[in-house]
């Protein structure tokens, strides 16, 4: 059928409008007319595969990597960068507004390269002939690649060492994933490697390989290998070689960021995130909520009397105690709501800032209510969700929050991701 894109969705597909339905088309872009398919039918909508562009919106252009469209990792490549921002702010904005959230204020974006700006890749492995693989869009099947546009530079070539090399190295033998990150200065490489046999070969098998993998990947400094079939232990280390952390520069600070502790994907923006979310903020309180390795904590420590960093991931713990050792400033290993339940409960005064960092999910029911009971002057949310987002905020302004600014931050580029940080004030 042929269809006109009304607009972008989040999600990464179009949105267009025939006989009453709805169908969604990947690869799209607003304004195009494009002839498509039905593959999914759903009654009240259907979602569809593009078969040809029709008329062409300006902002389309040639995508640069050879994969895309099969890889399932990328969405817009076939975008202009200036018109993927501008269509995740207008997503932004419309997920707040079915939120029912008014007065929302105008969404300013903070970008920067638009490719080989991820510091982390992961990549499943084919064994024989060895390769490094994604997957397919829309399936489980692996996809070899040989170039990875949107990885720092040092990853995509460690790719294509891996990939040249790995047969070698006998890799295929008893690897599943293969995780790369690398340091901001690209001057340091961290190993993980996932496999299924078992826990107690895993020691001997890294050894077999270390010496190797060093001469072929210098700049690695430390390797690990985690348990593939159970993801949930994936910061539990079977076994290791040489560092199990490497030190990551942003801005005036230095983090520990171990294997398997999370950190922020982009090496261009890392530093923009943290001045977002913490910049001219100061007090005698601060609470760091989700902390990480303590992203946020370092720089509130320098203007806060008291930071108080909760954090609950294994890995992420060490490291934070690591990255706030030498100044006066607390961690607590606990669940976000754990730690806000103890605070009410003990009546703690309220903090002047809370800084909170959520995963995919968002904060919840019970952590808004919670955090509307405590009362902190001012929250700052970094989201990784707009539609969580959305449902959060709604929460917290019916506790007395105001919105104050919204900032969508690209640390996603050329994907339907984004990042945002939003502020509210207390009435």
Not at 74 to 85: F, G, I, M, S, T
Request: charged share 25%; proline share 5%.
């Amino acid at each position: 059928m042929k269809l006109r894109i009304e607009k972008a969705i989040y999600g990464g597909a179009g949105l267009a409008r025939t006989e009453g339905k709805t169908v969604f088309v990947p690869f799209a872009l607003p304004g195009e007319t494009v002839e498509a398919r039905i593959v999914e039918d759903r009654g009240g909508f259907a979602k569809a595969e593009l078969d040809e562009v029709v008329e062409a919106s300006e902002q389309r252009v040639k995508a640069p990597c050879p994969y895309f469209g099969t890889c399932g990792g990328c969405h817009y490549q076939h975008a202009e960068y200036a018109a993927q921002v501008e269509m995740k702010r207008a997503i932004l904005r419309e997920t707040l507004e079915r939120a029912r959230i008014r007065e929302i204020p105008e969404i300013r974006a903070v970008t920067g390269q638009p490719f080989g700006y991820r510091n982390r890749i992961r990549l499943h492995v084919e064994a024989n002939p060895f390769q490094l693989c994604y997957k397919r869009r829309k399936s489980q099947t692996n996809l070899s690649v040989e170039s990875c546009p949107i990885a720092a530079p040092s990853l995509q070539q460690a790719l294509a060492v891996l990939n040249r090399d790995g047969q070698g190295l006998g890799l295929g033998a008893w690897t599943k994933e293969i995780e790369l990150f690398v340091s901001g200065d690209e001057r340091a490489m961290l190993l993980s490697l996932w496999t299924e046999r078992p826990d107690r070969e895993a020691e001997k098998l890294l050894a077999g390989v270390w010496p190797n993998l060093q001469e072929s990947l210098p700049a690695v400094v430390g390797a690990g290998v985690f348990a593939a079939s159970r993801k949930h232990e994936v910061g539990r280390i079977l076994a290791h070689a040489g560092q199990t952390w490497l030190e990551y520069p942003c801005g005036k600070h230095r983090y520990r960021v171990s294997l398997a502790a999370f950190f922020q994907a982009n090496q261009f923006l890392v530093d923009a995130l943290v001045r977002l979310a913490t910049e001219g903020a100061s007090g005698t309180r601060a609470w760091d909520l989700y902390a990480g390795v303590g992203l946020f904590s370092l720089s509130l420590a320098e203007t806060f009397d008291e930071v108080t960093a909760v954090e609950s991931g294994g890995a992420a713990v060490r490291d934070l105690r690591e990255n706030l050792r030498g100044t006066k400033h607390r961690v607590v290993a606990a669940e976000t709501a754990v730690f806000l339940r103890r605070a009410v409960d003990q009546r703690v005064p309220a903090p002047d800032l809370v800084v909170v960092d959520p995963p995919r999910a968002g904060l919840g029911r019970e952590v808004t209510t919670l955090l509307g009971k405590i009362a902190p002057a001012h929250i700052t949310y970094v989201s990784c969700d707009p539609a969580t987002l959305g449902r959060d905020v709604a929460a917290l302004l019916e506790s007395g929050y105001r919105l104050t600014d919204v900032h969508l931050v690209d640390l996603f580029p050329q994907t339907y991701h984004m990042e945002s940080v939003t502020r509210l004030a207390r009435d």
